[in-house]
T-cell receptor
Framework: DTAVSQTPKYLVTQMGNDKSIKCEQN?????MYWYKQDSKKFLKIMFS???????INETVPNRFSPKSPDKAHLNLHINSLELGDSAVYFC?????????????FGAGSRLTVL | KQEVTQIPAALSVPEGENLVLNCSFT??????LQWFRQDPGKGLTSLLL?????REQTSGRLNASLDKSSGRSTLYIAASQPGDSATYLC????????FGDGTTLTVKP
């Protein structure tokens, strides 16, 4: 069983389109995250949710809207896609927001904006 | 603002060598430090987690140390193998996790 699963794995789309990436974790964790890894492989946090509530928003453009229908799911919707949005987006989860627990990552969703 | 630096950016060694990867961070008020491995085109795999109260963790051929006061961690890989070739990332956690830029390791047969 995949602990943190993301769909789709690959996404190719045109500028200006709207797209969503879904994430689900079956670990029973309370906290979920979205990270962006750009072409230079830098990994930066975008959002964090704890029990469906937003706790971290790293000044991400408001074209990016995360949604957490329950604590096992954290989806990422992106409006009006731009070339600079091309990256690999990783979902992750941890037991809670304290420091005692490992971060578990999904396999990533590679977004290419043409 | 926490900054995490990993040195070297890239490392190439012959099979069988022992090696050390370095991670330094600017703010010592951390909960933990985690080492990850990332293979090309893949996600991140957790290798070792060191809590702020711990000095080291070991798993197989891997040993990670943490010196919080000096803001440093090392990942020691013993008897390296070609299958160890990957990018190694460290992440320090204090509220959120901040990642280093990684060290890309190549182990040549």
């Amino acid at each position: 069983d995949t602990a943190v699963s993301q769909t789709p794995k690959y996404l190719v789309t045109q500028m200006g389109n709207d797209k969503s990436i879904k994430c689900e974790q079956n670990l029973g964790h309370d906290t979920m995250y979205w990270y962006k890894q750009d072409s230079k492989k830098f990994l930066k946090i975008m959002f964090s949710y704890n029990n469906k509530e937003l706790i971290i928003n790293e000044t991400v453009p408001n074209r990016f809207s995360p949604k957490s229908p329950d604590k096992a799911h954290l989806n990422l919707h992106i409006n009006s896609l731009e070339l600079g949005d091309s990256a690999v987006y990783f979902c992750a989860s941890s037991q809670d927001t304290t420091g005692a627990n490992v971060l578990t990552f999904g396999a990533g969703s590679r977004l290419t904006v043409l | 603002k926490q900054e995490v630096t990993q040195i070297p950016a890239a490392l190439s060694v012959p099979e069988g060598e022992n090696l050390v990867l370095n991670c330094s961070f600017t703010d010592s008020a951390i909960y933990n430090l985690q080492w990850f491995r990332q293979d090309p085109g893949k996600g991140l795999t957790s290798l070792l987690l060191i809590q702020s109260s711990q000095r080291e963790q070991t798993s197989g051929r891997l040993n990670a140390s943490l010196d919080k006061s000096s803001g440093r961690s090392t990942l020691y890989i013993a008897a390296s193998q070609p299958g160890d070739s990957a990018t190694y990332l460290c992440a320090v956690r204090a509220g959120k996790s901040t990642f280093g830029d990684g060290t890309t390791l190549t182990v040549k047969p």
